[in-house]
């Protein structure tokens, strides 16, 4: 468990979904590991999942641009190594 840097509440373990809006396409990422602050509720994630979330959306993009994907897109996070 760790300490929110917002608000300095408990932070427990957590999985959780992101929306992101991007070049006109909606990539929803669901599983994504990180924690969640019990007082305030934001949500962190660590610079290596941060780092695999953003190539999996890249990819993703760059895909739906070749015309494999359409434009709302849903993904499952699995960490890239």
């Given amino acids: 468990m760790g300490v929110c840097l917002i608000c300095g509440g408990d932070c427990e373990?957590?999985?959780?979904q992101e929306t992101f809006e991007?070049?006109?396409?909606?990539i929803?990422?669901?599983?994504?590991?990180?924690?969640?602050?019990?007082?305030?509720?934001?949500?962190c994630i660590s610079k290596s999942t941060a780092e695999s979330l953003k190539m999996m959306v890249d990819e993703a993009i760059k895909a739906a641009r070749r015309g494999h994907i359409m434009k709302r897109i849903s993904l499952h996070f699995k960490k890239a190594f």
Avoid: N, Q, W
């Fill in 22 to 26: 991007e070049a006109g396409f909606t």
């Fill in 28 to 43: 929803t990422v669901r599983g994504i590991p990180g924690e969640t602050c019990l007082r305030c509720g934001k949500r």
């Fill in 13 to 16: 373990e957590s999985v959780f």
